[in-house]
């Protein structure tokens, strides 16, 4: 089973309406955390938001919040009034385990992304 | 904030080539540096953990004799595709986590290489 899930492969919105980009997770582990990353065509990985799975309330960051339930093993994001230059992939990633534990996997499972368009 | 360099942005070189490909921290001490791979249009897939002092911890599939990878220091580790194939060709991305950081973000990407192998 897939541990990150991306449903939407793509998307188009209007400039300035808001976003919600789909993530869902997959884990056994009680500590984990939930990132979002934007690679624009450039290639670079743009950090975004990070979620704990600890934390009690949702993140946010800017323009940028972090829709986390729990239950439902979401954590979609949100990007509020949106612009041209959000025009991305979006990438949600997961680690597993207590960061920086021995011998723990920090290394980031990605789901495969969504291609955000922003139109004018 | 922190930096991670990653060089070569872009190589192109004939099948058979070995290939190094450096990822440094600029501005803090990386215990652990991590290796992605990205295929067009997929998504991020590790090949590696790279800790310092130490043998990197490979993924399953990923073959070792194959995909080098030495971390020699707290600032620097080197990629090396060996007799590379086109099948290789991919973008490769490195991202490093701070030695002493236990807060939440401590995972910082390199800008990636993209290699391409006639």
């Known amino acids: 089973a897939q541990k990150i899930t991306q449903t939407q492969p793509g998307m188009f919105v209007q400039e300035k309406e808001a976003v919600t980009l789909d993530c869902t997770y997959d884990?056994?582990?009680?500590?984990?955390?939930l990132f979002w990353y934007k690679q624009p065509s450039s290639g670079e990985m743009i950090f975004l938001i990070y979620?704990?799975?600890?934390?009690?309330q949702n993140a946010t960051e800017g323009r940028y919040s972090l829709n986390f339930q729990k239950a439902r093993k979401s954590a979609n994001l949100v990007i509020s009034a949106s612009q041209l230059g959000d025009s991305a992939m979006y990438f949600c990633?997961?680690?597993?385990?207590?960061?920086?534990?021995?011998?723990?996997?920090?290394?980031?499972?990605f789901g495969k992304g969504t291609h955000l368009i922003i139109q004018p | 904030g922190a930096v991670v360099s990653q060089h070569p942005s872009w190589v192109i070189c004939k099948s058979g080539t070995s290939v190094k490909i450096e990822c440094r921290s600029l501005?803090?001490?990386?215990?652990?540096m991590f290796w992605y791979r990205q295929f067009p249009k997929q998504s991020l897939m590790l090949m590696a953990t790279?800790?310092?002092?130490?043998?990197?911890?490979?993924e399953q599939g990923v073959e070792k004799d194959k995909f080098l990878i030495n971390h020699a220091s707290l600032t620097l580790s080197t990629l090396t595709v060996t007799s590379a194939h086109p099948e290789d060709s991919s973008f490769y991305i490195c991202?490093?986590?701070?030695?002493?950081?236990?807060?939440?973000?401590?995972?910082?990407f390199g800008d990636g290489t993209r290699l391409s192998i006639l």
């Open positions: 991202s490093a986590r701070v030695a002493s950081d236990r807060l939440v973000v401590a995972q910082h």
């Open positions: 884990t056994s582990d009680p500590s984990y955390g």
């Open positions: 979620q704990g799975s600890y934390d009690q």
């Open positions: 990633a997961m680690r597993e385990g207590l960061w920086g534990r021995e011998g723990g996997a920090d290394g980031l499972t």
């Open positions: 501005d803090f001490q990386a215990t652990t």
């Open positions: 790279s800790n310092e002092g130490s043998k990197a911890t490979y």
